[in-house]
Each structure stands twice: as C-alpha cells, then as structure tokens.
C-alpha cells in the first residue's frame, strides 16, 4: 500500500534520504525510529509530495505519487504532530470542513456527529470553539477526518508527543483498531515504547539511512532498547 | 469544492472581528459621501437650471438694440453637473462649469469649486470614488493579507494539501470567499448609491444614469478583484503573515498614494502643455494670419476696421473676422485637449501595473466627470456662441450694411432674439461614455489577468512547509 | 546611546529606510525645483513680453506724434481708454517665494498674474493659467507631499517595534539587568532614528535648494521654521510610535495599530475636515455670481445704449484718431465700453468682497480645527512657509487691487478728460511692483502650527511615560 523504492532526498549537499525502500502492507503499522534530522519527517514529506525525490520512488495504492499527487493523497489521511484547526469554528465545523474536503462532498451532520463518536468526542466538545481544546482533542478531530475519508494508509509524524498519557493510548487503541480494518500506517516517533506499544515493524533510522528493520513481535522491549541505543553510539 | 472552502473562510471571518470594524468604517464613510454628495447635488443642480432659464429669459426681453452688443450680452452655458457626480466628482472640482458666450473669441471655462476651497482640498475629496479608489484595496488587504501565510505557519495549509485538495481549488476558494464578503458589505452602499444617483438624475435621464452606474460598479468590481487576487498572491508567496501585510501596505501605498502624482509629473513631463503666454500668442498669430488673408482677399488690406473699410462693410467684416477664427480656435483648443487627452492616455495605460490609474480614468468616463465629457459640453458651448455670432452678422449683413453710412445706428428687435434657440445641453449617453472608456475597462481587464498569472504562479509554487 | 547608534547601523533596515528616503526626497526636490524654473520661465516670459509691447507703443506714440502713422482705432497709444483696457494692459505678478519648491501647494491651481485693467476683476482674475485638471486632482509630487504623507510611513519601518522586538527575542531583559532605565533606552532609540531622518529631510533639501536657487539663503527665518516644522511634525510620528510601543503588544499589533493611525490621520481626517469646513461655511454660489454679473452688465448696456449706437468716425475722417493739443477724440462706443464696465466694476465689488470674506472664514475654520490632523497642520504651515498657500495668494491680491486702483485712478481722469496719453505719461503708467508680505504674518503663522503639532505630541509622550512605568519586561 505504502512502498517506497530507492527513495532518495539530498538538500544541496546534504543527503537528507539515502536509498529507502520500504513497503507496508494494509495491516500493517510500520513505526520509524530515530534521533531528529535522522529523515523521517522527510519520508513523510515525500509521500505526501511536499517536496519532491531526488531519486527512486514513493507509491500509493500502486500510484507514483509524483504523477498524480492529488489522486493519491484520497488514499491516504495525514496526522501531523501538532495538528492545527480553526480556532474560531467548533470541533464539528472543523471535521464537516476538512471531511468535505477530503470527499469533495459534505457528510450529514449525523454522520458527522457518529465520527466524533468513534474518536471518543462527547457532543458538548462538538459545538465548543476550537481555540479551547487540547492537543488530544484536536487530534481526535483530525483522526475522525481520516476515519471520514476512509482512507487506506495512515502517515503520522510524532503523533503521541506531548499527549498525557492517557490520551496517547487512546490514540494507540484508536490506531490498532484502523489497522485491523486493513490500513497501513506509516508512524515516526522517538517514542520506543510507543513504538513496541503499536508497531507490527519497526525500522531504524539514522543520517538518512534505514540501518534496521524488525518485526516488533520478536522482539522484547529492553532489547529494542539496547539496540537503538547502540545504533546511536555508532 | 471550492464552494466548501469559500464557505469555511466566509464563517471563519464571519466570526472575526476584521470584518466588522474595518468594514463599518468603509461603510460608514460610504453613506456619509453619498448623503453629502447628494445633498449638495441637489442644490446645485437646481440653481443651475434656474440660471440657465434666466439667462435665457434675459437673452429673449432685450431691447432694440444693435446686434453686436446682443452678441456682447451674450448668453451662459452652465454645465450641467453629472448625475454619477454624487460617485465620483472625477474632475468636476477643478474645472470650472460656467461659460459666458461672447462675441469675438471663445471663452474659456470660469469658477473652479476648487478656488473656493482651501487648500485641504488638495488631500482629495471625500467621494464614493475616492473612497473606493484608495480605501477600498486596503480593506481588501485587511481582510486578506493572511489568507495563505497564516494557515502556513501554523500548518493549516500542510494538513488541508494532504487531504487532496489542490492549491489552485484553495486559490479560489479563498477568492470567492474574499469576494463575498465585500460583496455583502458593498451591495447595500451600491444599492443605495442606485437608489440616489437615480433620484438624482433629470427627468427621464434616470435609466441612462442606472446604466452608467451599472458599468461603473463593474470597474470596481474589477478593480477590488484585482487586489483580491494580489492579496492571495502575495499571501502565498510570503514566508509569514508579517512580510505578507508589508509587501502589501507597500503596494497599497505606492498604487494609492504615490503613483496617482508620480505619473503626473512624468506624462507632464511627456506631453509638455503650453504656457498661458504661449498658448495665447499661439492664437493671437493663428487668427491675424487667418484674418489678414481674409481681410486682404476682402478689403485689400490688412488694417481691421480700418479707414478702407466702410461703415456698409462691417457687417460683412464681422461675419469674416468670425468665421476665419473658428478654424484657429478648432486647431489650437484641439491641440491642447488632445495633449490633456494623451497625457490622461499614458497615465492609464500605467494602470496596467498601478490600477488605480486606470480605475480612476474608468470610473470618471463612466460618471461622466472626466476631461472627455468636459470637452464635449465645452464643443456644444462653442458651437452655440458660434450660432448666436452667425446669426447676429447674417442680420447685420442683411439690415445695417445696405444702411450706408451708418452701422451702430441699426437696432434689431425680439424677432431677431428669438431666432436663437435656447442652450440646452445634454451630457452623452451611457454607451457613448462606455465606448470612450473601453480602454480604460481593457487596461483593467489586462491587469486583472496580470495579478491572476501573479497569483496562480504564487500558489502553485508555494511550499507547504 | 552609542551602542544604539552601532545597532542601527549594523541593521539593513535602516540603509534601505535611509535610501529610499532620499530618492523620495530627491525625486520631490527635483520636482520642485524643475516646477518652479518653470514658473519663474513663464512669468519672466511674461515681463519681457509686457516690455517689448509698452516700447513698442512707445515708439508708435512717437512716430504718430511726429505725424509719421495713423494708429488703428481699436490699438490707439494714445487714447487712454485703449491704454487702460486691454491694450496697455500689463500683468501683475506673484514671484515665487525662495521657499517655493519645497512645497508647490496651490501655485498649479491659482494663477500667478493678472492682466490689470480699468475693468471689474471679475474679468481678469479668472485667467487660470493652462494645467491639466487631471493633474490638479492628483496633485505634485514635492517635498512637501513626501514629508506629510510619506515621512510618517518610514519612522513606522524604522521603529514600530522598537521595544516589542526587544521583549520578543528577550534582549529586553538584558538590556535592563544593566544599570539603564527604559525610558533612556527609548529616548536613545528614537533620538538616534529621528537623527538619521531628520538629518535627511531637513540638510538635503537645504543643500540642494542653496545650489538650485543661491537666492534662497536670504530667507533665514523660512528655513529655520521649515525646519521645526519638519522636526515637529517628526516629533509627533515618533511620539505615536513611542506611546503605542508603551502599551506592550506585540510587534504585529503595533504595525497595524500605526498604520491605521496613519490613514485615519493623513488620509481620512484632512478630507472630513475640508468637508466639514465646505459645510460649515460654504462658498457662495458661482452660478448666482454669473448670473449677478450679466444682470448688471445688461443695466449699465441698456443705461448707454445711446453712446453705444454713435457710429465710428473714423472711417471718413482718420484724422480722429490722432491727438490735438493735448486731448483725444475717443469713439461713443469706446466710451459707452468704459462706462459700463466702470459701472460692473461698482456694482460687482460687493458680491466679489463676500467671496473673500467666506475665503478668509473658510481659513480660520481649517486654522482652528488642523489640530485634528497633524497632516494637515504640516501640509497648511509648509505651503504658507513656501509662499504657496492661501495666505500669500491673498496677500498678492491685496497688492493687485491696490495696484488696481492706481491704474484707474490713473486712466479714469484722463479718459473722463478726452487727454490724450503722451509720450512723458509712459513712465508714469503705474507699474505692479510687488512686496513681500510682513515677515512677522509669517512667524505669527508658523508658531501656532508647531504649537499644533508639539502639544498633541507632548501629551502622545505623557501617556507613553506613564505606561512605560508599568511595562512588562517579561
């Protein structure tokens, strides 16, 4: 679903991506590890052609998203770090929004007030002007957004920084229960445990290069640890 | 889509405070100049009437008296003020509007409002037009300097562009919502412009000043599109709101405030006009060189009123030292409004790159206070006077020439008077003014199409990060 | 103060602020100084031109005394109706003032001479000299324009976020862990930023007007209130930008909250005022006054419509036309046009007095309300320094109607008498001779304007004093 092939970035002299493959199968959640600068905000920028590859390729859904970058993107939701909505609308008004965008049609509030529901949005925070909630709940609406396109493969950059605690595993059952339903999700933290928490692979950044991929079933928790850390030292 | 994003931006501003203030302030303003305007249209459009029936009644109960001094009576042309001149006084308040119709020269337009004021006059006057003009791409800045910028920096736009929406759909959708919100703040002042530019119109004149004012509304309309779509541009190509705000106010002040004068200077510069020494010798040897052919042809001389022409040929003198002078007057008065003219063409052509130029150019032509219409009233005046002369020296050449020895002795009566038809003139139509400010419209059009290549480009390559 | 200085100049803002300046200023120098030669060109033209036609009158008096010509009946040198109207007619001149270029206020609007007749000046003050009426609506590009409108914009890019910017990036805080107290430090900012645009506004017009017209550094006093002028007005901008800094918002609020003073006080305030003034005290109506004037031309038409219908003589006997012991035969139709006029002349003065009158009551309104809009307190007081505004128009036409008289009192006798004009009246046909208006009108002007521009300034300073007690450094 999400596959990358060669994929490389360089910003003047500096190689920001260097050759990635990846792929990552409806399912799966495939969560990308490493220190900062280490590429992985680029390899989300670059599936979402923010910026465009230097070299190789990223596909969506089998589609070269540099051909057809708005195709492509009805495929995918995006969850940024920090996400960003309207302050002076209401939660609702915010998902109708970005939800018509997406779908290019607006959705029956019933339908609307449903999503807020499966994000665990009561219908008092619906009508509440944005510029009062939380980072969580500001989330919440953004996942509903990807819940509303139906999308096929999730990209989240840093999702559960600065989420108390309770809040970041909410998103993590909220994350689990997509990927049984068939999406792919592509996550970057520095979170390990976050990581184990929810991942199905992990992979190992570094300087722009994917040093280590793993299957997060087989592997125990202080090991990934021991091992990141040594990747680090290196 | 676009009608989604239109509609989020137009109930994310409606909640905004922008809208309201700087939007009650343009209106506010708005109805204060088209209730001054009307009032003092009103007043002065009624006295001018009354003046121009009175002097025509006076021209009617002369008494027997000699021709040439009728003709020295004279009569007044007073031009009539515009109806649109509530929306725009355009030139009105430096060009005066009284003609006095004498004999022998053609007179020249007296009593510029301007001289009656201070000189605060010159900070411009408060009209729908100024307001529109100067004021109007700053609310449209106000309310949309931040449209890209804003969502940028804080990471709207990255979220929005990964949903699959397409920057150019965003381009428009912000538009129409920029566009909206004028419109519903402008309408109500254009409807009640409507309402009193109709009210104000002469009897029966009241659908042709409906059409100008149409026309006229679509120049702004063009005009404010313009800024919209620079606003948009410049919103997508700044890196923050802040530089976005500054680039704009800088162009906002270069277009509103700097360029009107700087392109005056420079089409002065350009296409230089005469001095009033060089203007009036120019016409004083234009008329003797005419004269003194005719005269020489006539008379065998060159000496006017002279010994070798007697008292039964002044009629005829007159009726020739008239007639040569047209021609001279034709040429020299119409080389001078043609320098106004190419002087006025350059400026709006400028608008290509500074709107507001060619706006004002468009906006006047439509409202019938530009240079344009001035010398059609003025041609009509002169046309006029040139009746009355003709009509007197036919009169003398028929009744005081064949009295011999005598001229000034001959009175003519009422029959004579009333020969002369009152002056009543009617500015042009609305499709006359319409096809005079084509270019004008076309240069606005042009620089639509400028900023919207500026703003696509802008959008198009903007980064999302 | 110091450090502020090698602050500032370390920064590009104030370079670029600084260049653009002087190109503005240069651009507007040189359109005055252009637009005034122009001027001085036109009427030099003009006195020339008045020369050669009196001399050669002169020497046409002379050639006819000597029996050697026969004038024309309608430009006789010696007949002194011919003389005293259109004929000898000569102009009266308002020179440019050695300030003129730095302001060129109504110089393109009002003209700057009249041909003086025995006639009403209805007649003659109506010659507007040849100008575009497009131009005069977008008005000149001078010194004057870029001081008012565009002065206050570059102290804005120079210091709208004077403290804002310092507080934002917490230099603020260690600016203050230092033994300085905050209203130096402002006072050092804004003195060093007024020094530098100042300096410009006021050294480089000075410089280029002692080089374009040397004869300007006669005119002490002008310069020295141009200058305070200047700086007051300065003063009143950096006054704003202070207090508004003093309330502690943010860089962007300050931007916005400056640049709406900006248009409420240059753009929109000098326009409601000169509405207000026009409502308060309107003109008369032109209209009636056209009206006025034919109704009394047609009386004093009908009063001698018998001298009017008198047929020249000259036609069988040239011999009329010249002078014989001393008087002149003048034609009944010439002296039928002279006593009508003369009674125009009575008769309209009045209504002409009442348009002066509302003119002199419109100038006290616009005196007494400026303080509104210091736009408009500088614009008045830079044109009245420049010898371009109301004041010195109406200065010069207190000397023309002076001059007016003169000249009647010098023709009407000698038409009234038949005398014929001789070759020793020629010098003594009076002559405009223009004086400069009393230097004192122009202090007496100018104080008011600074103290105009200085209290509201001051109180600007107060406020920001008693909020900068409590700014928030953190």
Known sequence: ML???????????????????????????????????????????????????????????????????????????????????????????????????????????????????????????????????????????????????????????????????????????????????????????????????????????????????????????????????????? | MIALIARKDLLERGRDGRLYWAGSVVLVLLFIALAVGYGRQSEVRAEQKAAQALDYKDWLSQDQRHPHDAAHQGMHAFKPEAALAIVDPGITPYIGGTLWLQAHRQSEVKFRPAQDATGLQRFGDLSVGWIMQVLGPLLVIVLGFNAFAAERENGILRQTLSLGVSPLQLLWGKALALAASLAALLTPAALAAAVVVTLGADAGEGLDALQRFAALALGYALYLAIFIFLALGVSAASSTSRVALTVLLALWIGNAVIAPRVMSELSRHWHPSPTKLEFSKALSAGLKSEADRAWQMAFGTTERWGRDVPLNKWGYALQLDDQTGYAVYDRLYGQLWDTYERQQALQAWSGLVLPVLAVRAFSMGMAGTDFVHHRDFTTAAETHRRTIQDIMSRDLVANADPLGNQHFAYQAGPELWSQVKPFDYHPPAAIWALRRSLMSLSILGGSLLLTLAFAYAAVVRQRAL | MRQEMRLLLAERSLWLVSALFLLLIGYALYNGVHQTTLRDRAQAAITTDDARTRADQLSQLGRIMAGREVPSPFQNPADPARMGGGFGAHHALMPSAPLAPVALGQTDLFPG??????????????????????????????????????????????????????????????????????????????????????????????????????????????????????????????????????????????????????????????????????????????????????????????????????????????????????????????????????????????????????????????????????????????????????????????????????????????????????????????????????????????????????????????????????????
Not at chain 1, 67 to 75: E, G, L, N, Y
Not at chain 3, 172 to 184: E, M, Y
Not at chain 3, 338 to 344: A, F, N, T
Not at chain 3, 388 to 398: S, W
């Open chain 1, 3 to 234: 596959r990358a092939i060669g994929l490389t970035k360089t910003f003047g002299a500096q190689t920001a991506l260097d050759r990635l493959d990846l792929d990552i199968r409806p399912g799966e959640i495939y969560c990308l590890l490493g220190a900062n600068g280490a590429g992985k905000t680029t390899t989300i920028n670059l599936f979402l052609n923010f910026i465009a590859p230097s070299a190789g390729e990223v596909q969506i859904d089998g589609i070269d998203v540099t051909r057809d970058p708005v195709a492509t993107k009805q495929h995918v939701a995006y969850i940024p770090e920090q996400v960003m909505l309207y302050g002076v609308l209401s939660g609702l008004e915010n998902l109708d929004y970005f939800s018509s965008l997406a779908l290019g049609k607006r959705l029956p509030r019933e339908r609307l007030l449903q999503l807020m529901d499966e994000v665990s949005l009561d219908a008092g925070a619906a009508h509440k002007r944005v510029s009062a909630y939380s980072k969580g709940m500001r989330q919440k609406i953004w996942i509903a957004v990807a819940l509303a396109k139906q999308a096929k493969a999730y990209l989240l950059d840093e999702p559960t920084s600065g989420l108390d605690p309770q809040a970041a595993s909410e998103f993590s059952s909220l994350l689990k229960r997509a990927s049984e339903g068939g999406v792919a999700v592509l996550t970057t933290t520095h979170d390990l445990f976050h990581a184990k928490q929810t991942a199905t692979r992990i992979g190992i950044m570094k300087k722009g290069r994917l040093v280590e991929s793993l299957d997060s079933a087989q592997i125990g928790q202080t090991d990934l640890q021991a091992l990141y850390l040594q990747h680090m030292r290196d």
């Open chain 3, 113 to 474: 001479q009249f041909k003086v007749t025995y006639q009403s000046k209805i007649h003659f003050i109506h010659a507007n000299d040849i100008e575009n009426p497009w131009h005069l609506l977008s008005g000149h590009f001078d010194l004057a324009f870029v001081i008012v409108y565009l002065l206050p914009l570059l102290i804005f890019a120079l210091s709208y976020n004077l403290l804002s910017v310092e507080r934002e990036s917490g230099t603020l805080k260690l600016l203050l862990s230092q033994p300085l107290a905050l209203r130096t430090l402002v006072l050092g900012k804004v003195a060093v930023r007024a020094g530098v645009l100042l300096g410009l506004a006021v050294l480089v017009p000075l410089g280029v007007l002692l080089l374009a017209r040397p004869e300007s550094a006669g005119a002490g006093t002008s310069t020295l209130w141009w200058s305070l002028l200047v700086g007051a007005y300065a003063l009143f901008w950096f006054a704003l930008v202070v207090a508004v800094n003093a309330f502690g918002r943010s860089s962007a609020s300050n931007a916005m909250l400056l640049v709406i003073s900006w248009v409420v006080l240059v753009l929109i305030a000098p326009v409601l005022l000169n509405l207000g003034v026009t409502a308060a005290s309107p003109a008369p109506s032109r209209t009636e006054l056209a009206t006025r004037t034919r109704m009394v031309t047609i009386e004093a038409m009908n009063r001698y419509s018998k001298l009017l219908s008198a047929d020249y003589r000259h036609i069988g006997k040239p011999e009329v036309l010249l002078p014989k012991d001393g008087k002149i035969e003048m034609s009944g139709r010439a002296l039928a046009s002279y006593s009508i006029q003369k009674q125009i002349d009575e008769e309209i003065q009045p209504d002409l007095d009442r348009f002066d009158a509302q003119h002199a009551r419109q100038q006290q309104l616009v005196a007494r309300y400026s303080l509104l809009s210091p736009a408009a307190v500088a614009y008045e007081g830079m044109t009245a320094l420049a010898g371009t505004g109301a004041r010195r128009y109406a200065h010069f036409h207190d000397l023309m109607d002076g001059h007016h008289q003169a000249w009647k009192k010098f023709f009407f006798p000698r038409i009234d008498g038949g005398i014929a004009i001789t070759e020793a009246d020629f010098p003594r046909i009076p002559r405009f001779v223009w004086t400069e208006e009393d230097a004192r009108l122009i202090d007496r002007q100018a104080f008011p304007a600074l103290l105009k521009l200085v209290m509201p300034s001051l109180l600007l300073l107060g406020i920001a004093a008693w909020r900068l007690r409590s700014y928030p450094v953190v």
